[in-house]
């Protein structure tokens, strides 16, 4: 049996990830990296406090076999492009590295649907940059997830993002083909789909976007 890390539990999509990793016959430890306490106890949780500033000096005893990285915030939450950069690259970037150092054999991760290194769009030219630099790494197998609009329930009532939802929902049925990619989706799908990927031994590193998801 395996061991999973997972960074990002508490978020949207991690929230629906770890208690599949709980449960999973998979895994006989889960460890989760998170800035203070948030979890349920369970026996197969190992839950890890730390300071993603120093992800470098992180260890663990034994090693995580798959790595599952959901980390993520906005600008406005973030305070300035900045410290949104820190979080959706250095630390994703620094997640990756220590998986390649520990020789994990998996590395998971959400993006977003349009991430390009080559945009004018901070967002998704952030996104694409980090996604470039996980490429780089010889980790053995890779896989990123580029979701739309995410669907559930968050931990904070953002107006924005509850309009968009209920826009999105609607346009749904009409966006087909190569525009399907940007239809809206449920978070507890991205990270059922994260989950079963991981369990099917692929080598190197595959990207999926829109239905591949589901």
Known sequence: MKT???????????RSLIQLLLESNEYQNVIALVRKPSLAPHPKLDEQIIDF???????VEGNADDVYCCLGTTIKTAGSQEAFSKVDYSYVLELAKWAHKNMCRH????????AKVNTSNFYLRTKGQMEQAISGLTIPSVQIFRPSL??????EF???E??????????NPL?????RKYRAI??????????????NNRIGIKVFEGAEIR
Do not use: H, P
Request: proline share 0%; glycine share 10%; aromatic share 6%.
């Open 4 to 14: 999973a890390l997972i960074a990002g539990a508490t978020g949207l999509i991690g």
């Open 53 to 59: 500033n120093q992800l470098k000096e992180f260890s």
């Open 107 to 114: 590395f998971s991760v959400v993006s977003s649907v349009g």
């Open 150 to 155: 995410l669907l559930g329930q968050r931990n």
């Open 158 to 160: 953002r107006l924005a």
């Open 162 to 171: 509850k309009v968009s939802e209920k826009v999105m929902l609607l346009f």
């Open 175 to 179: 966006l087909k083909g190569r525009l």
């Open 186 to 199: 449920q978070a507890s799908d991205v990270a059922k789909a994260m989950y079963n990927q991981a369990q």
